[in-house]
Every structure is written in C-alpha cells, then in structure tokens.
C-alpha cells in the first residue's frame, strides 16, 4: 500500500515535471489553507440586514417545497410543532436532538407531543433537530453532527422539523463556515475540529431519475418544516 | 442601404468564398459581392484561393492544416478585411488559425493580425459597416438557423436577425432549438450518417413547425445538410415544402436562382 | 464492466432502432423542461455564474498543479479525525482494497450511493463474486441494477428508461408484492422502491459512496445528491467507504463552496442540490450515530499520467452531466451507445483517456464540434479542442481507416494546388450542375451513399462561382 502511495505521488510529480514542492511553495500553499480566499460570492445576500436576510431565507427555502413559520420565541415553537402536526395529520411521534437549544423550549406546554430524546432507528414519524445556521443565499438549513446533533435524524423520519433562531441565518455559504469555524477552538477546520457529519439541506428529499418527473420523498424525508424563532436570546450558534 | 459610421472610406475587402460556396452555390458568393459593395467596400478576390484547412484540422491532420492556413494568410493579409460568407470557415480563421500555429512565432503573429480582421459577413455587414437595413423586399415567413460556429465562435445571433427584420414582406418567426446543431459536422455528416440522419430529421420537424415557408443560415454546410432533409420528406413523407437559401441571398435580394436542392421543375425530384 | 467503445458504430445502429430508447431520449427536446433548460434558467437567475466558472476553474487548475501535495495534506486530516486512506494505483487495487475492508467487518450487505468511480472499478460484480450482495439505493442506479445494466448518464443514470420498462423490473424483481398492484404512475414506482430500499439501508453492514469532492483543508468528502440515499448509505452501517479519484481533492471549504455554485445549476438547475453533505472520519466520541470506520479510497487508475499533458483540462470535470445533458449527438443516441462508464462529451475525452484511444477511437470522432457542450461545461473544459487532439493521436498513429487518409489525403493535395483544384472544382460542379439540373438533387449519389440514404444532395448550380467571376472580370477587362 506505502509502494502505491510514493508510486502514485511519484508519478504526479513526473508528469507536473518537477520534485517535491520545496518549502516556499509548500508555505504559500499553507498560507492559502490557513486564510481561505473566497471566491465570487454572489451579490444577493450583500447589504441585507437580519431581517432582510431571513426574508431572503424563507423565499429561498419555500421556492425548494420547504414550509416555514416564524415565530417570536422558544415559548411558542411546541404550537408551531403541534399546529403542524396536526395541520398535516402527522402523529406527534418525535425523536428529537438533545440540544441544548430544544432542550429550553417549553415542550409540557403541548403535553400530546410524544417526544424521545436520542438518534432514529426508523421508526419515528418526525425528526427534531436544531440547525447549526440557515444560508440565505439559497435558502439552505446547515447542521452540524456532534453528541447532541444526530444526524439520523435529517434522514430516517418522514418529516423533519428544524428549529433555527433567526441569529442564526447568514448570507452565503463562506459565512457559514465562518461562524463554524469561530465554533471551534483554535478557529480551525481540520480533521477533528470538523464535524464529522456537516449537512447543508436544501428542501425535503426528492428525484427526478423516473422521465425526470420531480417527486418529493425519495429516501429522506418527504417533508421539510422549519421553525425560525426570531427572538435574539434563541442564541447564535452554540 | 445605409453604413453609417464607415471606419474607413473605402476598405478593400478579400472575399474568402469557401469551397462549398465555389462548389455549390456560386450564386452566394454574388450576393456577398453585392452586399459588401453596397456597404462601401471594394471586393477582391484571390484567384489562388481553395480551403481554409477545416475538413483537415477536425480529422486529426495538423500538417495539411498549417499548410494550408499559411497559404490562406499569404493571400489575405495584405487587405483591410478578409470576409467570409461562413461562420464556420469564418471561426477557422479567426478562432483556430492563431492557435494552430503557435509553436511558429513569425506565422502565429500574422495569423493574429489576419484573425483580427477577419469576419463573417453578416457580422461584418452589421457590426463594421454599421448597415442596419438593407433596399430589398421579400415576401414570406421566414425562420433561421443559428449556424454552430457563427454562434459560439464568432457570437453571431442578433445581426442576421436585425437585418431581416428590416426587410418589407419579411415576416421573421423564430425556430425551436435554432441554436442546437443540425448534424452536418463536415466529415461527421460522412463518418457518422446515422447520427447526422437523426440530428438533421429533428432539425426538419422543429423547421416544419414553425410554418415558415423560407429556412434562412449562414452556412452552406448546414443548409445542403437541412435542404436535403426537408426535400427527401416531402418526396417520402409529402412534408410541407420549404424553400431553403443561404441569408446572404435573401439579403442581397438576389433569389432569382432556384433555392438550394430545387431545380428547374420546381416540383419533385 | 467491458468496454464496447470500440464497437460505437454497431451500438449507435441499436441504439437509433430502439423505439423505448427513443421515447425516453425525447426528454431531451432541448426546447422544453429538460435538464438543459432547466440549467438554462437556473444560469440566468445568478449574474455571477461567469465569474464563478472563470473562479472554479482557476482552483482546480491550481490544484492540479500542485496535486502532490494538496492529496498529502487531504490524507493527513483526514487520518488525523480518524479516517484510513487507501491509495490505489489501479482498479484491481481498489477493488481489492474495498474487498478486505468488507471482509474485515464481516458484511454480507453492502449499500452503494452513486458512484461513478464504482462503476469505472466494477465494484458490484466484484462484490457479488466474493459473496457480498452490494445494493444500488440511488433510485436510478437501483433501477438500472435490478434490469442488469449500466446507467446511461452520470446523473441519471435511468433516464434511457420509459416509466413502462421500470414498472416491468419492478413486477419482476419484487415478488413479494400483490402481482396486480397499479405500477402506472412514478409515485407509485418511488414509494415501493422506498419501502424495499429502506429495508437495505438498515440491514447494511458497509455503505460505500462516490465523492464530488475531497477537502485538503479539513480532510473531509463530499456527496451531493437530491434523494438522500448518500447519507442512509454511509450513516447506519459499521463502516463507510468512499471511492473518489485523485483529481477530486480541493483546497478548502471556500473552494467547495465556489464550485457547488455551479455543479448543481449545471446539473440539473437546482441553486443548490438538496443535500450536501460534508464526512470527516469515523463517529466520535459520545455520537450518537455515523459509521464506526471511514476509509477513502483514492484511486489513480491513470489520471496521474494526464497531468502535465495536453489532456490535463478533463481532470477539471466536476462530473454534472451538463455537456451530456447539451449534446445533440447523446441526445440522438443515449449514452449506452459510447460503450463504456461516462458518455456524452466528456466521456468522449475521459474514455479514450482511461482505456486507451485505440479502444475508443470512435468517440472524439463522434462530435460534430457543435461547441454546445464547451459552452456550458461549469469548469470551462474545452471539450472540442481535447477531443481534436484525440483525432490527431489517431491521425499519427494511423488509426484512422485508410479510406479516410486517402480521401483526406488527396484532397489536401488538390487544396495546395489551386489550378489543378479550381479545374477539377468546374469540372465536377459542371457535370453534377448538369445532371441535377431540373430536379436540383441527387436521390443517390454513389460516393455519399451515407447521405443520401436519407438526404437529398442537392446538385450545384453548375459554374464554379470562381469560373465565373474571372469570366465576368474578363468581360469587364474588354469592355
């Protein structure tokens, strides 16, 4: 295996006609990892403020057959979860992340929600999550993986809920990793500073490959609900 | 007709006519003779001129190519212009002469200077001499097909379209698709016929549809190719006729001659 | 899988016969709903596209050129959150590698997300041989696994498929389903394979997956897709695999994010595809879910041979499938036609690229340069101009069929010989101009035969327009 790493790397460096990268292009190409340049960041999240940036969100989000309701704070979000439940006559059956974030909301104030703290299985109807950001730019849900964030969640129910506190919305993707970034302890992301798993979600799961008709719900789920509580104390990212 | 805003008083133009132009439809290279002195320009054309080496760059013979891209720059460089009633052989020059010959610092320099000062006719009518109508009447609708090279090489698409709407009689509708390939390809017609069949078969039922009784390009290639098409179904399927010349013609107000693939009789083969 | 590449002609004969074939190609009708106006639109709605392209382009271009050593640093991150990563000189290797990795967690199930390197290393026969059933889960690579085929396109792989001939494996293959249930509608198609899928995905003991694209910054792989059959296939078993080609690896994550700009606008017009999803070692500490292994498998199988040569351009392609989705020629055809893993445009450069160009030379020939797909490829490849300099391989190897350098040849010489080539121009426009005189074409003509099959050749008019235009110049000169 080592014999077809240096050969493989070998035969690199013979066909870009040169040796190992000596050590001033190997500084600059670290300096390019160390401070990531962005590319052209397209204009349509610039100059937006909160409000116009959760605006843009939601348009996005609803333009991808995501639903979306806002509301004030955390106090309200077991009725926006109820009231959606049961709008859409789905069983209040929920397994929900154990964020700290869900973990404030009032859920007693809705005692028929049935809620399971932990991963999915398969056999739950909905998932909780809470979503690390909401990228405007394209109406995008980011969530990140970690002990509190499983991400069977996003994938195994049916319908996925997502909480996101309106701080939480940026403008482009550069943004986002950014704020993930500023998450970590030395600022960096490298191996095990990333997340394992980082989901960007655009809209519930989908496919085209029967005569490219579009149909929601291939393997993930068929629906996508997201709850953005605009209270500023919802917290920015964890 | 009008030009506006002539650069020069009087350019002297060389008229690279194209083999398939010489070959099949002499009648083109007359209205392009037409129209340029019509625009200002005083028309020449060099008698020793033959191919501009395409049929040789797209099969993989690089050394006839520079042979004859050489030849084509000697002869043409010397003028303010070289025009070309073809975007493709028009693209040839301007686009892949330069590039051909790059390893030849000396040729790769006069094959830039000539590229720069190479256009198609229409584009050149429209964007150097400024024409914007032309003295011509044709009654008929109308449809064009946006040639491959004229369009992604050279960007030609609005310039023909202009200058037929400026025609009385001349009603333009647009063709579905006008901007994907016919199927001719130059040796791919030859190499891959069945390929060619189905592409130029889609081209005529978009053609057909749009009832226009006149289909207008810039391309002799494509028009033998889209012309052949359409005759062989109407003799086999009884299609709706359509007749078939190159822009130029209609431009010229040169359609005396029978249009591309008819002859004498009119009626069927 | 065995290339029949060299056998294009004989496969575009079958392929134009076919009637279903033919009915499913009508999604491409480039003027309607299909994926290239889907992308058309989705381009015009982002005034920064161009300079994206020109942006994607530039950082893959910069990767190439320093390839060594942005895979070492990839490895390195990678390693350090966990992950194993294989380095395979060749498909028998990664085959071998993805083998041992299976054995050693003793699967009996392996879960694939769509993976186009998978196809390029025939990793399903492999497994099936060694006794490990590997399942297709993308909904389209599931169908085309049931019916014992390849996929006909690098994002859709079904798409030579009528919701008829789906419905019929379906009747076929799930047998434990009520024989006259209503298979009719796509609905119906995507619940039941829903429901049989779910199944897999939980019994799975190894997920393998493809990857867009390999993070140097953070040591991470991506997947993109839209069903979310990536992430149940590499989530819920013990171990997840992932098969990805050297010339995958980006910089960073702002790098990533430049180059999804344009993958999913240029694949199937999404802004962004509804799942993208970033993997980074194995589950951590206290995770509550994820796979408890992560390798990477980075397979050469050639590419390292391309760098530093005319044919490097390619190793930019992002996989969308825009150039195939553009192509009049994949359109006519469909993409089982070229014979081997990627069809379309870039399957006419990589093809002849991977396996040889004298086992695939039909394929750059197969073009009429149309320029459609360089026009619309997301990374700027010059697709025309590397398939041209394939034909010239072929041209100096002496591939090409000796008719065609004869014809060619003596045409070149006619064409340095202007007085022999404008007498034998009137000579021949005079005799063709005569004898197509009153119909105007030719029905037959006997040495274009392939044309006139089914074209008229329309006759010349008779003069050379050179002949005549010295003859009026002489006229002229009397006056």
Not at chain 1, 184 to 211: C, H, K, W, Y
Request: hydrophobic fraction near 40%; aromatic fraction near 6%; glycine fraction near 8%.
């Amino acid at each position: 295996m080592s014999n077809a790493r240096t050969q493989i790397l070998d035969g690199i460096r013979r066909s870009l006609k040169r040796g190992p990268l000596d050590q001033a292009a190997a500084r600059a190409l670290e300096m390019r990892l160390e401070r990531p340049l962005r590319g052209p960041v397209p204009a349509r999240t610039r100059g937006l403020d909160r409000d116009g940036l959760v605006r843009l969100f939601e348009r996005l989000a609803l333009e991808v057959n995501a639903t979306v309701v806002r509301v004030r704070d955390l106090d309200a979000v077991p009725d926006a979860v109820a009231d959606f439940l049961a709008a859409h006559n789905l069983p209040a059956d929920i397994a929900m992340a154990p964020d700290p974030l869900l973990d404030r909301v009032p859920w007693h104030k809705r005692p028929l929600l049935n809620l399971r703290r932990g991963r999915s299985h398969g056999q739950d109807a909905v998932g909780l999550s809470a979503a690390f950001a909401g990228i405007a730019e394209t109406g995008t849900l980011m969530l990140a993986s970690g002990v509190d964030s499983p991400s069977t969640l996003n994938f195994l129910p049916e319908t996925h809920v997502v909480v996101l506190p309106a701080a939480r919305v940026v403008g482009p993707i550069e943004d986002a990793w950014d704020r993930l970034r500023a998450a970590q302890p030395g600022e960096q992301l490298a191996g095990p500073t990333m997340p394992r798993t980082v989901n960007f979600i655009t809209g519930p799961s989908r496919t085209g490959d029967i005569e490219q008709k579009i149909l929601m719900g291939a393997h993930g789920p068929r629906r996508l609900h997201i709850v953005i509580v605009e209270d500023e104390s919802a917290g920015p990212q964890p | 007709m009008n030009s506006p805003s002539s650069p020069s008083p009087r350019p002297r133009v060389g008229l690279f006519v194209t083999c398939l132009v010489d070959f099949f439809r002499p009648s083109v290279g007359f209205a392009a003779v037409s129209l340029l002195e019509a625009a200002g320009c005083t028309v020449e054309i060099p008698e020793t001129q033959t191919c501009c080496g395409q049929p040789a760059y797209n099969s993989g013979d690089r050394a006839d190519t520079k042979d004859l891209a050489k030849r084509t720059i000697a002869l043409f460089e010397g003028f303010d212009y070289t025009v070309v009633p073809s975007g493709s052989c028009g693209g040839m020059i301007k686009e892949h002469y330069p590039e051909l010959l790059r390893d030849e610092p000396d040729w790769a320099r006069r094959a830039r200077q000539l590229a720069a000062r190479t256009y198609e006719l229409v584009s050149f009518l429209h964007d150097v001499r400024g024409v914007r109508n032309v003295p011509v009447r044709y009654d008929g609708t109308v449809t064009y097909h946006d040639s491959c090279s004229g369009l992604r090489e050279l960007g030609i698409k609005e310039q023909p379209r202009a200058l037929l709407r400026s025609i009385p009689g001349l009603k333009l509708v647009e063709l579905p698709s006008a901007e994907v390939c016919c199927g001719f390809g130059g040796t791919f017609c030859v190499k891959y016929p069945e390929i060619s069949d189905k592409m130029v078969a889609n081209k005529a039922a978009d053609v057909i549809g749009t009832g226009a009784d006149t289909l207008l390009a810039g391309d002799m290639g494509c028009l033998l190719n889209m012309a052949g098409k359409l005759k062989r179904l109407r003799i086999e399927e009884g299609a709706r006729p359509v007749r078939v010349r190159h822009v130029a013609e209609v431009l010229a107000g040169m359609t005396d001659e029978p249009p591309i693939g008819e002859g004498q009789d009119k009626g069927r083969a | 899988m065995q290339p029949t590449s060299h056998r294009f002609k004989e496969n575009v004969r079958g392929a134009l016969a076919d009637a279903a074939l033919q009915r499913a190609l009508r999604f491409f009708d480039f003027g309607q709903a299909g994926l290239a106006e889907r992308r058309r639109q989705a381009v015009a709605k982002l005034p920064e596209f161009e300079a994206l392209r020109e942006q994607a382009k530039a950082i893959k271009d910069h990767t190439l050129a320093n390839l060594d050593w942005y895979l070492e640093r990839f490895e390195k991150n990678c390693t350090a959150a966990g992950g194993h990563v294989h380095w395979c000189r060749d498909a028998e290797e990664a085959r071998q590698t993805v083998l041992d990795i299976c054995r050693r967690v003793g699967a009996r199930t392996v879960t694939k997300g769509k993976s186009m390197i998978g196809e390029e290393i025939a990793i399903n026969d492999f497994l099936a041989a060694n006794g490990i059933e590997p399942i297709e889960t993308d909904l389209g690579e599931y169908i085309v696994q049931i019916r014992h085929e390849a996929p006909s396109h690098i994002i859709a792989p079904a798409i030579h498929l009528t919701k008829d001939q789906v419905a019929a494996s379906f009747r076929d293959t799930h047998k434990q389903f009520d024989p006259a249930r209503p298979l009719e509608e796509p609905r119906a198609l995507l619940d039941e394979a829903r429901g049989v899928l779910r199944q897999k995905f939980l019994e799975a003991d190894v997920g393998i997956t493809g990857a867009n694209f390999l993070i140097a910054e953070t040591g991470s792989s991506i997947i993109v897709t839209n069903e979310g059959n990536g992430d149940l296939t590499q989530l819920l078993p013990k171990a997840h695999i992932v098969l990805a080609s050297l010339e995958k690896v980006v910089p960073t994550l702002e790098d990533a994010a430049t180059i999804l700009r344009v993958l999913a606008r240029s694949a199937t017009g999404q802004e962004m595809s509804v799942y993208t999803t970033f993997s980074t070692g194995p589950r951590r500490p206290g995770d509550l879910d994820g796979p408890g292994e992560y390798h990477v498998i980075l397979l050469d199988n050639g590419r390292s041979q391309l760098l530093g040569t005319e044919f490097q351009e390619i190793l930019r392609c992002i996989r969308c499938g825009a150039c195939m989705n553009n192509c009049p020629v994949y359109a006519s055809i469909g993409g089982h036609a070229y014979g081997w893993v990627y069809p379309g445009p870039m399957g006419a450069v990589l093809t002849p690229s991977l396996i040889g160009i004298e086992n695939a030379r039909h394929l750059p020939n197969a073009s009429t340069f149309c320029g459609r797909c360089e026009s619309v490829c997301p990374m700027k490849i010059p697709l025309p101009k590397l398939m041209r300099h394939y034909r010239e391989q072929e041209y100096e190897r002496r591939l090409a069929p000796a008719t065609v350098r004869m014809g060619l040849a003596a045409w070149a010489f006619l064409a340095r010989r202007p007085a022999l080539y404008h007498s034998m121009a009137r000579l021949a426009a005079g005799v063709l101009g005569r004898l197509g005189r009153r119909h105007g074409s030719f029905f037959n003509l006997p040495l274009a035969t392939g044309w006139t099959a089914t074209r008229e050749m329309p006759a010349p008019q008779g003069k050379t327009f050179q002949a005549q235009w010295r003859a009026r110049q002489r006229s002229k000169g009397r006056r």
